[in-house]
């Protein structure tokens, strides 16, 4: 007989969880045609383990080699093709660029550092540059060795992070080029640092195989954990504001591995993964908008790209893009700057390492329809600080202002600045109010005396914007206020009923004179005149009417005239010339023949000579000065 009791069904029903769901399994790099590459481009052949280029919606910055010194070009997006061989480029350091960042809040402020121990900061025109450019904006001096890494804060304004080969990091204020903190708890040469969502926390890695995580203000370590355990470089990205950080190293047997930590507890990771065998250096790029992080190895020729999740496994492998040229680094586009249009959600800048070269690669979502795709494009990273430099530097966190690409797609910056030396400090130069308050200077002449002390207003001696001038409405006896309406509300003005109404507004008039009656008649150009003519008393700049615009005749015949009198006027000057040489060739000659009369005068004549030669020269002499006389 058969024991039923070893057939009943488990307490706990097992499900197939099958293929996990996502929105991105499908997503495919795109590389750019060759028209759309940046070609003869030296690109730096350093060793460094650094991406050598930056990128913002405006401009793809690129270390470039160099036969002394340090120094990297500055390229305008839409000037794409073969780059000219001398094109200008940014070198004021004395060492070899190691690494270069964009402003997140400044399009057009960069960032560099350097084997001169030295960090630099540039302003680049809107125009791109015009000149080689050697005087930065600031430069920040107080590392011992060499700089590598450099890292802007992601919420608060003018916060820079430098990491040298001296084991130092430091906090920079870069307004007034001051350091607010000074980290030194590394023992040995730091690979790589990262912000986390609202840049209260701030992870590195290390040669000494150790993962930290680092409060940025006092520089005490929050938490820290052995890492990879390879000898060669480990990366490290924060994963936003998930609390969590995704790393790249290798291990001892030199796999390259991947990983997941929990930033509170960095003594075991959540998940890690080898990779593969190969020897190049993976460098990670984290979308946090997608939750998808992009794995590239130096040297490689692919790209994985891996979505994260909240749950076991942590890490979701996608696909990867493949391509045959190997790649020297990678320039990321910030996402306000990549084609919502072609559902792209990623934009990569590749560097090649064997040509000089510069490739853009797409990721892109596959989607049939055009319009905007709401679930790809959540609110991303606006170029507008969150917190200024003193209120994150007494304390304050704040998460980043948020922008949605539905409306702000492409969007850019333009904030000039420009270093004060008295106030020793990088400001926005407003030059647009700067030019308002000087006109408001120039043409108002404020009186903040009481009421009851003031005397009569006059009008404005610079400027009056009546229509037939100040000089005319200062004479007594005459009204030229226009009549009040009768019908106007109380407490209404009669502006706000011609706005409202549309009645006795300058167009109306306009309008009637130009739908009934001649545009030739007395009436209609005093009107006219009356409604459009801006007087400027004398040592102003004449102003034209905007009823001239219209009189294309009159003006031609005008200009007719006036080149006409230019003419005669040039003819006449001419005439003028030639009179004034042919006068003082006579009197030339005056003063030769009084000269010779002279001379015959003093001398006897002798008895041989005719009288007539000097009678002759007399009456010559008279004739030049009547004919002087008559063009007198």
Same mark, same amino acid.
């Given at each position: 007989?058969? #024991?039923?009791?070893?057939?009943?069904?488990?307490?706990?029903?097992?499900? =197939? %969880?099958?293929?996990?769901?996502?929105?991105? %399994? /499908? &997503?495919?790099?795109?590389?750019?045609?060759?028209?759309?590459? $940046?070609?003869?481009?030296?690109?730096?052949?350093?060793?460094?383990?650094?991406?050598?280029?930056?990128?913002?919606? +405006?401009?793809?910055?690129?270390? &470039?080699?160099?036969?002394?010194?340090?120094? $990297?070009?500055?390229?305008?997006?839409?000037?794409?093709?073969?780059?000219? /061989?001398?094109? @200008?480029?940014?070198?004021?350091?004395?060492?070899?660029?190691?690494?270069?960042?964009?402003?997140?809040?400044? *399009?057009?402020?960069?960032?560099?550092?350097?084997? *001169?121990?030295?960090? +630099?900061?540039?302003?680049?025109?809107?125009?791109?540059?015009?000149?080689?450019?050697?005087?930065?904006?600031?430069?920040?001096?107080?590392?011992?060795?060499?700089?590598?890494?450099?890292?802007? /804060?992601?919420?608060?304004?003018?916060?820079?992070?430098?990491a040298g080969y001296d084991h130092v990091i430091i906090v920079w204020d870069i307004t007034r080029g001051v350091q607010v903190s000074r980290? #030194?708890? /590394?023992?040995?040469?730091?690979?790589?640092?990262? $912000?986390?969502?609202?840049?209260? @926390?701030?992870?590195?890695?290390?040669? *000494?195989?150790?993962? %930290?995580?680092?409060?940025?203000?006092?520089? +005490?370590?929050?938490?820290?954990?052995?890492?990879?355990?390879?000898?060669?470089?480990?990366?490290?990205? !924060?994963?936003?504001?998930?609390?969590?950080?995704?790393?790249?190293? $290798?291990?001892?047997?030199?796999?390259?591995?991947?990983?997941?930590?929990?930033?509170? *507890?960095?003594?075991?990771?959540? %998940?890690?993964?080898?990779?593969?065998?190969?020897?190049?250096?993976?460098?990670?790029? !984290?979308?946090?908008?997608?939750?998808? &992080? @992009? &794995?590239?190895?130096?040297? #490689?020729?692919?790209?994985? !790209?891996?979505?994260?999740?909240?749950?076991?496994? @942590?890490?979701?492998?996608?696909?990867? =893009?493949?391509?045959?040229a190997p790649q020297k680094g990678f320039g990321v586009m910030p996402k306000r700057g990549v084609e919502v249009n072609n559902c792209e959600i990623f934009r990569f800048f590749k560097l090649h390492a064997t040509k000089d070269v510069v490739e853009p690669i797409s990721m892109i979502v596959p989607r049939k329809s055009d319009i905007f795709q709401q679930d790809i494009y959540p609110e991303t990273l606006a170029p507008i600080p969150a917190l200024t430099a003193s209120e994150w530097i007494s304390g304050k966190n704040s998460a980043p202002v948020l922008l949605s690409l539905k409306t702000a797609s492409k969007t850019r910056t333009f904030k000039p600045v420009v270093y004060k030396p008295s106030e020793n400090a990088i400001v926005t130069s407003e030059r647009n109010n700067d030019k308002k308050f000087m006109f408001l200077l120039e043409e108002t002449k404020p009186d903040y005396r009481p009421l009851s002390e003031r005397k009569e207003s006059k009008p404005s001696p610079q400027i009056d914007h009546r229509p037939y001038g100040a000089e005319t409405y200062q004479k007594a006896g005459v009204d030229y206020s226009r009549p009040k309406r009768l019908d106007t509300p109380d407490g209404v003005s009669e502006k706000d009923m011609k706005t409202s109404l549309n009645l006795g507004?300058? =167009?109306?008039?306009?309008?009637k004179k130009w739908s009934g009656g001649s545009l030739k008649t007395t009436e209609l150009e005093l009107e006219l005149d009356y409604i459009y003519k801006t007087s400027l008393i004398s040592g102003s700049n004449s102003v034209k009417t905007l009823s001239s615009r219209f009189d294309y005749k009159d003006n031609k015949e005008q200009e007719e005239e006036q080149d006409e009198l230019k003419k005669l006027l040039n003819k006449q000057q001419r005439q003028i010339t030639n009179l004034k040489t042919q006068v003082e060739k006579k009197d030339q000659r005056i003063l030769e023949l009084e000269e010779q009369v002279k001379i015959l005068s003093r001398n006897p004549t002798p008895l041989g000579t005719p009288v007539s030669a000097p009678l002759n020269a007399l009456h010559s002499l008279a004739e030049i000065k009547d004919i002087g006389d008559s063009s007198a």
């Open positions: 007989m058969l #024991d039923l009791t070893q057939c009943q069904k488990p307490e706990k029903r097992m499900n =197939f %969880r099958g293929i996990r769901s996502s929105k991105f %399994r /499908h &997503v495919y790099g795109s590389p750019a045609k060759k028209d759309k590459w $940046f070609e003869n481009i030296r690109i730096s052949r350093n060793a460094h383990d650094s991406n050598y280029c930056a990128v913002n919606p +405006k401009f793809l910055g690129l270390v &470039v080699e160099v036969g002394g010194g340090g120094s $990297f070009v500055v390229l305008q997006l839409e000037k794409t093709g073969r780059v000219d /061989h001398n094109v @200008y480029k940014v070198s004021g350091h004395s060492g070899p660029v190691l690494d270069i960042k964009w402003n997140p809040f400044n *399009d057009n402020i960069i960032a560099s550092a350097s084997e *001169d121990s030295t960090v +630099k900061l540039w302003y680049i025109p809107d125009g791109g540059l015009n000149a080689d450019l050697r005087e930065p904006l600031i430069n920040l001096l107080g590392h011992r060795r060499k700089v590598g890494i450099l890292e802007w /804060h992601p919420t608060a304004e003018n916060i820079l992070v430098s980290i #030194d708890v /590394h023992t040995d040469t730091i690979y790589s640092m990262s $912000f986390n969502r609202s840049g209260s @926390y701030l992870a590195t890695t290390c040669k *000494d195989k150790l993962l %930290r995580v680092l409060d940025p203000r006092t520089g +005490k370590v929050v938490s820290q954990g052995n890492s990879h355990q390879g000898n060669k470089a480990a990366k490290v990205v !924060y994963l936003g504001d998930t609390g969590t950080l995704f790393t790249t190293g $290798f291990s001892k047997f030199s796999d390259r591995e991947i990983a997941v930590w929990k930033e509170d *507890d960095l003594s075991a990771p959540l %998940r890690i993964d080898s990779v593969d065998s190969s020897s190049g250096v993976l460098i990670p790029f !984290y979308d946090n908008d997608t939750k998808m &992080v @992009y &794995v590239a190895g130096k040297g #490689d020729g692919n790209v994985r !790209y891996y979505e994260i999740i909240s749950e076991q496994p @942590y890490i979701c492998y996608l696909s990867q =893009f493949i391509s045959g507004t300058k =167009f109306q008039e306009v309008q």
